[in-house]
């Protein structure tokens, strides 16, 4: 029997996006939880690659996945900024 490549979930460049936004907000919710410098800077990272994967997925014919993973992205961005990191002792 031959094997098949495809999966159930498609990853185009909008739910890639989306996956990313996903483990963003993910990071953002951690770093609220735990305000240390290491989980801010994963955060802040996550957030990038999420913002570098919605450029890609700007180009694909469903923009308003692509504007609402934007809006969310922003939202958790505001919060990551508003987190003030623990002091280590």
């Given amino acids: 029997m031959p094997r098949s490549d495809s999966s159930l979930q498609s990853q185009n460049p909008v739910s ?9 907000h993910n990071a953002v919710t951690q770093a609220q939880s735990h305000p240390s410098e290491q ?22 014919d469903n923009q308003e996945a692509v504007e609402l993973a934007s809006s969310m992205l922003a939202e958790d961005e505001a919060a990551l900024n508003a ?7």
């Fill in 83 to 89: 987190i003030q990191p623990m002091k280590e002792e």
């Fill in 39 to 60: 989980v801010i800077r994963q955060a802040r990272n996550a957030i990038g690659k999420a913002e570098r994967a919605l450029e890609q997925a700007k180009l694909s």
């Fill in 16 to 24: 890639q996006a989306q996956n990313s936004v996903e483990k963003a």
